[in-house]
Structure formats: C-alpha cells, structure tokens
C-alpha cells in the first residue's frame, strides 16, 4: 500500500495483510483532515475497492537540517563567540570605548544578523568613514517604517474586506453569497479544484474561530451552520480573504473596483483595474506581514508582483536618477509597495488621506536626515517619490 507523496506520511500496517492477502493488486481510497502538523501521529482509516476497512498508524514527516542543495559546501559554525562577532563588525564601523559598550547591547537586542546587514548596507563610494550614530540612524530609520506601516496597513484590510461586503450584498441582497460559485471562477476543472481548496481553508479557520469567538459560535449554533458574509469576511486573515478574491469572477471584481471609486475625491495616479486588483491586495499584504514580522524593511527585495504592466503610466511618473528604470527590480522595491498601498488609501475618507499624507511629510523628514541612505538602491525611491505618494 502507497501512501500519498503530497502529505508524506509513514504508515505501519495493522490489519491490511490479514484483510487482503495480496495487498499490492488492491487500490485504498482515504480522507485526510489538514489538521495534523509535521512529526503528528494519527491512526488512518483506509477503505479498499470491496469496502473493506484497513486502519494504519501514520506519521507525519517533518523538515530536519542540514538543508539539501546543490554545490552544498563546508561545515556548521559553531565557534563564534560575541566578542569575536563584535570584533568583525568593527573592521567596518568606528567605535569608541563608550560606542562599543552600546553596540554590544545593540547586537544582544536586536539580533547580530540583523545589525550586520546594517552595517553592510552603510557602504558608501567614496569609503567616508561609518560612524555609530550612522548605523543607529538607519537602524531607527527602518524601525519608523515598520512601526508606520503597522499602523497605516491594517486600515487597507478592513477596508477591502468591507467595501467588498457592501458591494456583494448591495448587488446580490445574499448574506450567504460568498458561498455561491456564482461569484467565483468554477468552470473549468482546475478553477472548480481552486475554489473548494480555497473555502475549505477559510472554513476550517471559521471552525477554529468559534472555539473562542462568542459572535462566529452564535451564528454556527443558531443558523444551520453558516455565518453572514461580514462575519466570514472579518473573521479571515488577510491572505485568506485575498485568496478568496482571486478566485472571484472578472465581472464581479469589476464592480467592486468602480464600488471602491465612487467616494473618491482626487485622481489616482494609475488605474486599479479588475485584473489588477487581487495583485495589489496581495502586494499590501506581503508589505504588512514584513512589518509585522519584524523583517528588514530597508534594503529588502520583495517577492510581490503587482499587475504594472511596462506600459502602465506608472513608469512614466519615475523620474530615476540617471534616467534608468529596471522594472525587475523597482517592481520588488518598497516603493511599488507603497504605490499600492496609496491607491487604496486614495478611496479612504479624508481622516484616512490626512493619515498617510502624515507619514510621507515623517518620511521625506527623516530620509532628509540619514548620511549613506541609498532610496534608489535600497527602496526603489525616484527623485519625485514624494510627489507620487502624497495624495493630493
């Protein structure tokens, strides 16, 4: 008997040799939770073509290191103190007595991998000498976006979540809508695969939910089961109500994108259109788990992809140093990040806009006051950034 390759699972066979003396000519068919966790251990229940049941003991695989790649060379570090850590890291930077004493609790509350790539990102052309002021400068500088970011991001989550409600239940007058393959693309079989695999992950989130939530187990308790479209739609992550959105039909995603427009005030810069849509939820939403995370905002390449097409009038807003645009690289940048994110801001109320107008004035002040920042380079900034970002 052969178990599934996607879950990677060990079984041990309890009554299969009994049952079926020739298991190896006999096919199983088994249901799986997506419960169970790497090194969880669970009993399988599998039934064979005739209906005869089989129960096995499966365990399932876990990740272990070394990690296997190709050209692998050398061996574990394991003789790195924090002094000799300390010791590389002021070949670079210049410390006085006082300094290293700081930069010592800099590293034990910061994490050393953390501070080092500061320091990297602190070389300059012209070999100025990097001070200590220089690296907090820029360590603090990153913390502002981040800490920013966590504020201003979140708005854009309720909002989507929100106005997508409205918009739904405003053209279908259905509370359960979500649940209806009729706003989703379902007709062809792999789309149809997508769909379900999509909903069944947001309601086993529901199902965790109502072991806590007193509202979610209400409606579970009292309504057969189902909750209303604003409950499922707040009580999903963010990454699940955009996997949500991009299963969407094309037309649906097109009303909701003119539903987003109709309180809007000024011009956005480029056009949000229904293709591109899901793209820019999903950039806001990797932008706002690097935050949250703790990840390096500064310097960092991100791994979102938002429909702007070469063509789009976005590329002709940049006014690059040196004329030169790599759209391979500006589109992972920062600032095609924040890009999205002011599109969103663009249809909020003008408390909203006031907010974020705020922190691009904090931003252009605090970037006005770092030595060795590197806004092209490091976060994908053209000399008009500010002028783009603002929301006028």
Known sequence: MKCS???????????CDVMNPNPETQKYSV???????????????????????????????GATLPIVQDQQTGVAKKDDSLENLVAHLEKKIELTDKERKAFKRLIREKMYFKVAYFVKLLYNENN?????????????????????LNRLLPSIEQFAKSTLNNYLLEEYHDA?????????KTNGSKDARLFKQTMSTCVSTIKEVTKSNDAVRHHVKYHGGYIPMWIFFDTLTF???????????????????????????ITPRFEMGPKS???????????????????????????????????????????????????????????????????FYACMSDEEISHWNKFIEKLDNKMSEIRFINAKG???????????????
């Open 5 to 15: 390759n996607e879950l990677a699972f060990f079984c041990t066979k309890r009554e």
């Open 31 to 61: 249901e799986l939770e997506t419960r169970y966790k790497p090194f969880d251990t669970f009993e399988l229940v599998v039934k064979s073509e005739n209906q005869q049941q089989i129960t096995v003991d499966a365990h399932v695989k």
């Open 128 to 148: 100025e000498k990097i001070t200590f002021t220089d690296l907090c400068n820029l360590f603090y500088f990153d913390n502002f976006l981040r800490m920013s």
């Open 176 to 184: 359960q809508i979500y649940n209806s393959d009729v706003i989703y």
């Open 239 to 265: 990454g699940q109500f955009n996997m949500l959105v991009n299963r969407m039909e094309k037309s649906v995603l097109s009303g909701w994108t003119a539903y987003l427009s109709e309180y809007m005030t």
């Open 277 to 343: 849509i899901p793209s820019h939820l999903h950039t806001v939403q990797i932008l706002r788990n690097t935050s949250f995370h703790l990840s390096r905002l500064y310097g960092k390449v991100f791994t979102y992809n938002p429909s702007i097409q070469t063509s789009d009038s976005y590329w002709n807003l940049l006014q690059m140093p040196d004329h030169s645009i790599d759209p391979n690289k500006q589109i992972h940048s920062l600032f095609t990040g924040l890009v999205s994110s002011s599109y």
């Open 378 to 392: 490091y976060m994908g900034f053209p000399k008009n950034w500010k002028e783009i970002l603002i929301i006028k």
